[in-house]
């Protein structure tokens, strides 16, 4: 029998990746989402490449009733990778109660059922927002945590502890928190993407946007920074191998072979590339002239941070191994399809 891991979030840029690996790796997939900011279609784009159509249902992890009514209806589930939030740095600004809302309340339900339902381990999605700028780079997951500059960030930072003083509490479960650095990319099959709504806050969707058409120019946040060319620098790590890791991790949860109640892992490649620099292989890569102008930074911009990774590539087995070159054609090639579709 398949093991049963839940997917919150499933629709979504990650999450959506992370499921098509969790099926081709032999997992059975109970994915949710609300479909606040992600669509329904894209179940059919995981079905296209991975041959197996994930059971969805639409639920907002707020809904403590309704996800109690899931864990009795789809019974057996052994883990669950929970991407399901609110992540926009600026929107969380203006509504913080909205994010302290869905970030804190989703996770605490999450946790609150799992020993009902003998769910044996959690995957969290992390952010290396949680650092800050950094003292010492690259990164290692013992810095210390800076304090947050946005309430989104916050919501990071809280999440962490809440599952830190909840295992240690003595539950039965473990949980691993992943802190990503920059995912970018889209898959190779170019059916599943990043979607964003609206105007996108992202470097990746506002560079392909312009290249396309639907942006007039894109805004270089800085050119006075202490990095090598002025611009910010940050560690760009392709969507699949991202989401590759969290099969790992719930994989490891799973089969009890966490050395931890609680363990923590840096996901990025160990390499930082500014804004420039990104700018520069994106038009070297698909031949598109970007036009770009150098504007005043934007508040609350890190300077730069990349991660080291050791002790993922260690400890999961796990190394990012897509070349930035081939991440960003991935993103150019989803925005095509994108406005084949006739969906932007
Ligand atoms: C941001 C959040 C981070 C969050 C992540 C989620 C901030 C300060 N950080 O990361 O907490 O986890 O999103 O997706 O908001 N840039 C431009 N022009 C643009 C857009 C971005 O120059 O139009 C630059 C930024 O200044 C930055 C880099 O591109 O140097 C990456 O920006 P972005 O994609 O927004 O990611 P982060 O700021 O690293």
């Known amino acids: 029998m398949k093991t049963k891991i839940l997917v919150t979030g499933g629709t979504g840029f990650i999450g959506s990746h992370t499921v098509v690996e969790l099926q081709n790796a032999g997992f059975e997939v109970i ?16 079905e296209k490449i991975s041959g197996i159509r994930p059971i969805f249902e639409k639920l907002d992890c707020n809904d403590k009733a309704g996800l109690e009514a899931l864990f009795t209806k ?37 946790l609150d059922l799992m020993p009902k339902f003998g769910v044996e381990g959690i995957v969290f999605s992390s952010s290396c927002t949680v650092y800050g700028q950094p003292d010492e780079l690259p990164v290692t997951e013992n810095a210390p945590i800076k304090v947050a500059m946005s309430p989104y960030g916050n919501t990071k930072q809280i999440c962490e502890e809440i599952i830190q003083d909840t295992v240690h509490s003595g539950v039965d479960y473990k949980s691993i928190i992943l802190r990503y650095f920059n995912p ?18 992202n470097l990746i969707p506002f560079v392909t946007q312009t290249a396309m058409g639907i942006r007039e ?16 620098i940050r560690d760009y790590i392709n969507v699949v191998d991202l989401a590759k890791a969290h099969v ?13 109640n609680v363990e923590t892992f840096n ?5 930082g590339l500014s804004v420039l620099d990104i700018i520069r292989t994106f038009e070297k890569v698909t031949g598109e002239k970007l036009n770009y102008q150098i504007v005043g930074r934007r508040e609350g911009d890190i300077e ?10 260690n400890e999961l087995g796990w190394t ?25």
């Open 31 to 46: 994915a949710i989402d609300n479909l606040w900011n992600s669509n329904i279609e894209v179940l059919d784009g995981i």
């Open 74 to 110: 789809h019974s057996g589930i052994k883990g669950i990778i929970h991407f399901a939030a609110s992540k926009a740095v600026g929107e969380s600004v203006q509504n913080p109660l909205l994010y302290y809302r869905n970030n804190l309340v989703s996770l605490i339900n999450l």
């Open 184 to 201: 970018i990319g889209s898959h190779p099959s170019v059916e599943i993407g990043e979607l964003p709504n609206g105007v996108p806050q």
């Open 217 to 232: 120019k894109l805004s270089v946040y800085g050119d006075d920074y202490n990095t090598h060319d002025g611009s910010c």
């Open 248 to 260: 790992i991790a719930v994989n490891r949860l799973v089969e009890g072979k966490s050395k931890a």
């Open 267 to 271: 996901l990025g490649t160990g390499v």
């Open 304 to 313: 730069k941070v990349w991660a080291n990774p050791d002790y993922a590539n």
């Open 320 to 344: 990012a191994k897509e070349t930035v070159e081939d991440t960003l054609l991935s993103a150019w090639k989803w925005q095509l399809k994108l406005r084949e579709k006739g969906i932007m």
